[in-house]
């Protein structure tokens, strides 16, 4: 009686041990499942900056070559030399000719030119701030394309303050080419006002302020170069830096002595190797960034460390990359209030040092397991490690009695 007993008890407990295994091995079972969510994480607001750095100098915006042609004329004398600094409109030197009459109609007629251009420039410029003014917080699709087609590089998730940044960046750059026809006009005044003083002189006026770099006494061309007082940085691109780079990406640049940060935009890049392209050498691609504000310190040759801005993307939901499973569609394992853990399906933006951005599929908040890879079936129970670092005494004391109770009901009743 006694074996019999045994025997039946020993076929019932391995009955319910295989019971049990085929229920957890079955495709699709409803047995409860528990696994350990130890490391989790929330998804956040985040600004998200792909850039990437590279060394650049300090040197002028642009230099003006000035050349003479001794047609019909005869040179007289330098007015500069080599080191002087000179303001817009400055006399570099003196010619005499027979064409005075020529010459003063030339220049009256150029003058005329570059003040129609301004009026140009100057109409656009209150174009762009009256669409500034009128972009609302929330730009439409239809918007985004009006502010494409007017040249802006912008991107389907750009935000409005981005949108309002590219048209800044378009207005700045839409100044500093009012300014230079502005010095154009200077110097063509300069000379016709030379010319009516000095009667049979003429003379080639700076049309920018700079300092005279060179002077070529042998009337050789160039015969006088000047250098611009407003400088740039320059520098080099390797070949994957260069196809990510377009004119008019934001740069940030740190000069080791300077303690503020030199922001500005990339205005230029050579579409041509700096260098005979060879096989098996690497091939290197000018650019130059225009400063927006210049150091009041800062030298012609400082070398600088430039982060070149690619794509951004500002308050945007985000989660570090590891925690999304990277398969036909992004998705994450989210910790649900109910106990468990639910494969959500997610839309994948602007990427860079780890962190993701999410367009869609998921809430500020939401809380997200870290380790994606750990999970082998979808909507299973989770728990979490005990910390038992912040288990206290002092924290249990705390408690209220019915607080008490009810934990101690919580954790008799799960049991």
Known sequence: MKKWKIGTLAVLAVGFIALNLFLIEKKDSKV??????????????????ERFETDAVIKPLEEYNYYFNDQDKEFQKFLVKEGDVVTTGAPLFEYITPKLDQVKDELE???????????????????????QDAIPDAPTA????????????LNDSDSSAMIISSIQQEIYKQELEKKKLEEKIRAYESQLNYLDEHGDTAMTASETE???????????????????????????????????TEPGMKIIAKHPNEKKKINGTISAIQPFPETEPIVGSPS????????QEEPESIMIGSKVRLSVVTAEAKGVLSLPKTAIQLEKKPSVYR????????????????????????????????????????????????????????VKISAFNELSK??????????????
Not at 142 to 153: C, D, H, N, Q, S
Not at 284 to 291: I, P
């Open 32 to 49: 409860a499942r528990t696994l350990s969510a130890g490391e989790w994480t929330k998804v956040k607001k985040a600004n998200i900056i």
């Open 109 to 131: 007629t150029e003058k005329s030119r570059y003040e129609g251009e301004i009026a140009g420039i100057e109409e656009y410029i209150d174009e762009l701030s009256s669409y």
């Open 142 to 153: 239809k918007e985004r394309e009006a502010a494409k087609e007017a040249g802006f590089l």
């Open 210 to 244: 700079g300092i005279v770099k060179y002077v070529n006494k042998q009337l050789g061309s160039p015969i006088v170069t000047i250098a611009s007082n407003t400088l740039a940085i320059e520098g080099s691109l390797n070949e994957q830096q260069a196809r990510k």
């Open 284 to 291: 290197k691609y000018a650019f130059q960034a225009t400063m």
């Open 335 to 390: 910790l649900n209030g109910n106990g468990t853990i639910t494969k959500q399906v997610i839309t994948t933006g602007l990427e860079f040092a780890g962190i993701q951005e999410v367009k869609d599929g998921l809430e500020l908040g939401n809380i997200i397991l870290r380790d994606s890879k750990s999970i082998p079936y979808n909507k299973p129970t989770f728990i979490t490690p005990l910390q038992t670092g912040k």
């Open 402 to 415: 019915r607080q008490k109770l009810r934990f101690f009901l919580i954790g008799l009743l799960e049991k």
